[in-house]
């Protein structure tokens, strides 16, 4: 069965979790897991759907199967670089991010669980399909 990208049922349970915790739970919250933490545990299920679909849109990526391995590291990678070690560094963006090595604990469970549900979810659609 072919990747969903936008369409993948855990984009858009993270997209309807997160804009539920933005404005819903986050302006009656404050400090504590929702308030900090939830969206890092989202970034990997939210993103890496939208840049692999608009990969694929531009020919750079040539299949349509789940994210591989390497298409969720890299992106856990270069986001926690670049938002908790770079960005807070930056007088312009320091108003807006702020460095904390805990959030790149939450965007590795969430690329963990992503892993996962991706794998599990997409062979276990395979094989319904190919029993049909």
Known sequence: MPFRYLRDPLFLTALGLYVGNRFLIKP????????????????????????????????????????????????????????????????????????DPLDILWYSVGAGISSLWWRVYYQRKLATQTMD
């Open 28 to 99: 009656l919250v404050t400090g504590g897991f929702f308030h900090n933490h939830f969206n890092d545990l989202l970034c990997i299920p939210l993103f890496v759907p939208i840049v692999l679909y608009f990969a694929r849109l531009c020919r750079a990526r040539p299949h349509d199967g789940p994210p591989a391995w390497y298409e969720i590291l890299l992106p856990l990678l270069v986001w926690s670089i670049q938002f908790e070690l770079i960005f807070p560094q930056l007088p312009f963006w320091s108003q807006w991010v702020t460095g």
